[in-house]
């Protein structure tokens, strides 16, 4: 049997006034896969993420479960893929649980009130993320690491299998980035979706199942992270030499400093 793709993008172009900012993008996500979209500043990941949850509107294809995307409410869409931005602060200082409930929105009537199963739901979705201690703390209050697990858990209490992040590690210390990684890559082999933003090549060889490079508004490689992410690929895209070396059984991407030497 065939296998269909989650979301579809196909001949998708995007301008900010006479800026060109897409340029004929085609992007299949599949069940089970962590997509990392790699790139460097301005070539287009964050306005394809914004285009695929509706936030703007581009000229192409967009479908989700095969529906197109002009026929989805933006809370259709929250009913089939959750967005978790970059950690924030919030205009109110809600609890921890509160934030979490919050990812109920797309289930509840206009109006309605969160139920008791609701907030039964935001509780387990803490103790999957193992920060249930966390859900009486003000989110406000909590690190960047903490926060960024918080809106991974109201990502879950939304009962949907597909999460976009926009460069999730953004702002975080390094221990916070590897932890956050490594949920991502555990949240993977249970059967979650993720198709993520990042600038880190060594982040997407370690948990990703595919990479997705774009620059200039296109996509230039598609394909497993070990046959995308090259020594040739950093410096085409990046401007800079790299080595791709082997530590136990992981890839990592090693830049390489040119430093030029004073005259004695």
Do not use: W
């Not at 995007?14 to 599949?30: A, D």
């Not at 959750?82 to 919050?102: C, D, K, R």
């Not at 999460?163 to 979650?192: K, T």
């Not at 020594?231 to 085409?236: G, L, P, R, T, V």
């Amino acid at each position: 049997m065939e296998l269909k793709p989650i979301i579809s993008v196909k001949d998708l172009h995007f301008s900010y006034k006479n800026h060109q900012v897409l340029s004929g993008v085609n992007l299949e996500l599949y069940r089970g896969e962590i997509v990392s979209l790699l790139g460097p500043n301005g070539c287009g990941k964050s306005t394809l993420i914004k285009l695929i949850l509706k936030l703007i509107k581009g000229k192409g294809e967009i479908a989700i479960d095969g529906k197109p995307l002009q026929n989805y409410s933006h809370k259709d869409i929250a009913s089939h893929v959750a967005y978790i931005p970059q950690y924030n602060n919030t205009p109110f200082n809600y609890s921890v649980q509160e934030m979490v409930v919050m990812g109920r929105v797309s289930k509840l009537d206009f109006f309605a009130l969160p139920s008791a199963h609701d907030y039964k739901v935001a509780d387990k979705a803490l103790q999957k993320i193992g920060i249930e201690h966390l859900k009486s703390r003000a989110f406000g209050q909590l690190s960047g690491g903490q926060k960024q697990m918080v809106l991974l858990a109201r990502a879950i209490a939304q009962e949907v299998n597909v999460f976009i992040m926009d460069e999730p590690v953004a702002g975080l210390d390094y221990g916070n980035q590897i932890r956050l990684l490594e949920l991502i890559s555990e949240l993977g082999s249970e059967g979650y979706t993720f198709l993520k933003t990042t600038h880190y090549p060594d982040h997407a060889l370690l948990v990703s199942s595919r990479v997705v490079v774009m620059n200039g508004g296109v996509v230039i490689c598609d394909g497993a992270p070990e046959d995308v992410i090259s020594k040739q690929m950093i410096e085409d895209v990046y401007n800079i030499k790299a080595d791709i070396i082997m530590h136990d059984s992981h890839r990592r991407c090693v830049p390489i400093f040119e430093r030029k030497r004073e005259a004695i």
